[in-house]
């Protein structure tokens, strides 16, 4: 079955879209219409005809092309076909670029406002901190499908940001903002301190290139205790009246120099090299791209690491590093492409690559590679479309295997780990940093 996002299902329901090669038994074809000649005029110009549908609402465009983050109203095919290809290469482009360069306002004006709820809750995490809300109301005051598509809890989520200024960070309820500081070497208190951070990665990659990587504190500070704040992605500096932190305390990170004994008598790394050996660079579009092959290896090392911290079983582990091998396989860009986990398991299986034989856990992979590059929500609605046996074991490694892709994030300096799912993924922060800046390597 061809699986598509949440967000598919959703506007197709709400705007009564027949897909094409469903038209010929539904009741709303129009007399006269054969489907098959359309579906294959569109498979000669390249194009997948599980993309295309009939608007029965529509007479003057009563077909569109609908896939990922384009929408496109068409007239007749085939003869629309080719201006259609072309249109969609450019919008790809600017979307892509549009997500790259955080410029969601453009992003919004690019897409067809018919997709504004959906997409503006897939890109959410993507959007400065700042301009969350005010994008948001805009939404909210010219979509008439707002008020069905934005769930009470994700109104919720939105509402703290409404205050949110390029020199006020995000707060609590209560008015308190999480900080993080490294530690220093020469021994001084962290309560004495006045420069923090709102972003534990900044603290982390300051703290890297002491010898030995001492700790990460982090604490509660109260708005009214804040001096400044600097805004700018590369600090998120707060400067705050001392001794005003509070709940100070050390993080429980992992720290890779110092877990070398680890990963060899637990087995890890065995079963990372025999993983590696299985990696082929001719399957990457871009084998050097931040989706490649050190990506790859980065979030199988994760995988496993994330497996034994949890205490998973010998099969979970194994069917998380295949997850990881095979993850991004399908990619043709190096953009925003969230149907990329269909394009990975369809190529995984067209060209017969290693697999379980056994059926249940060939459909958890299945599972884990189609549905890594979209929200949780969206995962979770397509869990009923596969056979699957044990769902709790499902969502326990699709949960594992999000964190170790999403720890990798510090590639493009986008982790927020307010969104990561389980305790080891917490802990192995600061390993992420160091396997992507290779201060520890394992021929990444």
Same mark, same amino acid.
């Given at each position: 079955?061809?699986?598509? !996002?949440?967000?598919?299902?959703?506007?197709?329901?709400?705007?009564?879209?027949?897909?094409?090669?469903?038209?010929?038994? !539904?009741?709303? @074809?129009?007399?006269?219409? /054969?489907?098959?000649?359309?579906?294959? $005029?569109?498979?000669? #110009?390249?194009?997948?005809?599980?993309?295309?549908?009939?608007?029965?609402?529509?007479?003057?465009?009563?077909?569109?092309?609908?896939?990922?983050?384009?929408?496109?109203?068409?007239? #007749?095919?085939?003869?629309?076909?080719?201006?259609?290809?072309?249109?969609?290469?450019?919008?790809?482009?600017?979307?892509?670029?549009? *997500?790259?360069?955080?410029?969601?306002?453009?992003?919004?004006?690019?897409?067809?406002?018919?997709?504004?709820?959906?997409?503006?809750?897939?890109?959410?995490?993507?959007?400065?901190?700042?301009?969350?809300?005010?994008?948001?109301?805009?939404?909210?005051?010219?979509?008439?499908?707002?008020?069905?598509?934005?769930?009470?809890?994700?109104?919720?989520?939105?509402?703290?940001?409404?205050?949110?200024?390029?020199?006020?960070?995000?707060?609590? $309820?209560?008015?308190? /903002?999480? *900080?993080?500081?490294?530690?220093?070497?020469?021994? #001084?208190?962290?309560?004495?301190?006045? #420069?923090?951070?709102?972003? *534990?990665?900044?603290?982390?990659?300051?703290?890297?290139?002491?010898?030995?990587?001492?700790?990460?504190?982090?604490?509660?500070?109260?708005?009214?205790?804040?001096?400044?704040?600097?805004?700018?992605?590369?600090?998120?500096?707060?400067?705050?009246?001392?001794?005003? /932190?509070?709940?100070?305390?050390?993080?429980?990170?992992?720290?890779?120099?110092?877990?070398?004994?680890?990963?060899?008598? !637990?087995?890890?790394?065995?079963?990372?090299?025999?993983?590696?050996?299985?990696?082929?660079?001719?399957?990457?579009?871009?084998?050097?791209?931040?989706?490649?092959?050190?990506?790859?290896?980065?979030?199988?090392?994760?995988?496993?690491?994330?497996?034994?911290?949890?205490?998973?079983?010998? @099969?979970?582990?194994?069917?998380?590093?295949?997850?990881?091998?095979?993850?991004?396989?399908?990619?043709?860009?190096?953009?925003?492409?969230?149907?990329?986990?269909?394009?990975?398991?369809?190529?995984?299986?067209?060209?017969?690559?290693?697999?379980?034989?056994?059926?249940?856990?060939? $459909?958890?992979? @299945?599972?884990?590679?189609?549905?890594?590059?979209?929200?949780?929500?969206?995962?979770? @609605?397509?869990?009923?479309?596969?056979?699957?046996?044990?769902?709790?074991?499902?969502?326990?490694?699709?949960?594992?295997?999000?964190?170790?892709?999403?720890?990798?994030?510090?590639?493009?300096?986008?982790?927020?780990?307010?969104?990561?799912?389980?305790?080891?993924?917490?802990?192995?922060?600061?390993?992420?940093?160091?396997?992507?800046?290779?201060?520890?390597?394992?021929?990444?």
């Amino acid at each position: 079955m061809h699986m598509k !996002s949440k967000a598919y299902d959703n506007f197709i329901t709400r705007n009564r879209l027949i897909p094409l090669g469903e038209l010929e038994n !539904s009741p709303f @074809k129009p007399e006269g219409l /054969v489907p098959t000649p359309l579906i294959n $005029e569109i498979k000669a #110009a390249g194009l997948n005809p599980d993309d295309f549908y009939f608007n029965p609402d529509s007479k003057e465009l009563p077909y569109c092309y609908y896939r990922g983050m384009l929408l496109l109203d068409i007239e #007749a095919i085939p003869s629309q076909l080719a201006e259609l290809k072309t249109l969609m290469a450019r919008l790809e482009q600017d979307l892509v670029e549009s *997500v790259a360069q955080r410029d969601f306002a453009r992003f919004l004006a690019l897409i067809d406002p018919r997709l504004a709820p959906d997409l503006f809750m897939e890109v959410f995490n993507f959007i400065p901190d700042q301009d969350k809300y005010p994008l948001f109301e805009r939404i909210w005051r010219f979509n008439e499908d707002s008020h069905t598509v934005f769930t009470e809890a994700f109104i919720k989520k939105i509402s703290k940001y409404k205050g949110v200024t390029s020199t006020k960070p995000v707060a609590d $309820e209560k008015g308190y /903002v999480r *900080v993080y500081r490294s530690q220093d070497h020469g021994g #001084a208190s962290p309560r004495q301190a006045s #420069a923090w951070t709102t972003d *534990v990665n900044i603290a982390i990659v300051h703290a890297l290139p002491l010898k030995p990587v001492l700790g990460i504190y982090r604490g509660l500070i109260h708005l009214d205790h804040i001096i400044a704040y600097d805004s700018t992605k590369s600090k998120k500096e707060l400067t705050v009246r001392p001794l005003k /932190v509070e709940q100070l305390e050390l993080m429980d990170l992992i720290n890779l120099r110092e877990y070398g004994a680890v990963l060899q008598t !637990s087995g890890i790394l065995e079963q990372y090299n025999e993983y590696t050996r299985k990696i082929e660079v001719e399957w990457f579009h871009n084998p050097a791209g931040i989706h490649a092959l050190s990506h790859t290896k980065r979030v199988l090392l994760l995988s496993l690491l994330i497996s034994y911290l949890e205490k998973y079983s010998a @099969k979970d582990r194994a069917l998380l590093g295949l997850a990881a091998v095979y993850h991004d396989i399908g990619r043709t860009n190096d953009g925003y492409d969230p149907d990329h986990g269909l394009a990975s398991y369809a190529k995984l299986t067209r060209e017969h690559l290693i697999g379980p034989a056994d059926p249940q856990e060939r $459909e958890i992979l @299945k599972f884990l590679i189609q549905n890594h590059a979209i929200p949780d929500q969206s995962a979770y @609605k397509k869990l009923s479309h596969y056979n699957l046996n044990d769902v709790d074991r499902t969502l326990r490694l699709y949960d594992a295997f999000k964190d170790a892709d999403g720890l990798d994030r510090v590639r493009i300096n986008d982790l927020n780990p307010e969104y990561l799912r389980t305790n080891s993924a917490q802990r192995l922060l600061l390993a992420a940093h160091q396997l992507y800046r290779q201060q520890v390597v394992y021929d990444l």
